[in-house]
């Protein structure tokens, strides 16, 4: 259903799973899960978010508290605030926003360590601590 979207108001407050197959914008509070695999969400000025997200593409202007995942794009706008872990392919934090977690953008998902090939020390560091692939999204 190309087209359709949703909205949800600055004086709405919804707690639990919030599921859809339309895109969405969010203005209001939030306190839970939201999916919307398929489609795009949008984190409003005036919306505060504590729950994990997870969307084709999402694009915060808001506050958000809980961890970001979209199968695209995650896009943090000037003036917006993410506490937690963002994962998509492609990652954009304009000047102005702030972030605190870490960002993983390895959209190849879990790598089966069986079908890896040893790499010769010059090409791997001497340590590669658990989570390795994710860069700290803030700054000392």
Do not use: C, W, Y
């Not at 259903?1 to 914008?25: C, Y």
């Not at 993410?82 to 390895?106: C, E, L, Q, Y």
Request: net charge neutral; hydrophobic share 35%.
């Amino acid at each position: 259903m190309e087209g359709r979207s949703a909205t949800i108001g600055p004086s709405i407050h919804v707690k639990g799973e919030l599921m859809g197959n339309e895109d969405l914008v969010i203005e209001g509070r939030i306190e839970g899960i939201v999916r919307l695999r398929d489609h795009h969400l949008t984190v409003g000025k005036s919306a505060t978010i504590l729950a994990t997200l997870e969307a084709k593409s999402i694009r915060v202007e808001g506050n958000v508290q809980g961890d970001v995942q979209a199968s695209e794009r995650v896009e943090l706008a000037a003036g917006s605030s993410v506490v937690g872990d963002v994962t998509a392919p492609r990652v954009s934090i304009a000047d102005g926003a702030r972030f605190k977690g870490s960002v993983d953008m390895d959209k190849g998902g879990p790598r089966p360590a069986s079908s890896a090939s040893p790499a010769s020390p010059a090409s791997t560091p001497a340590a590669v601590p658990a989570g390795a692939g994710k860069a700290s999204g803030s700054t000392p």
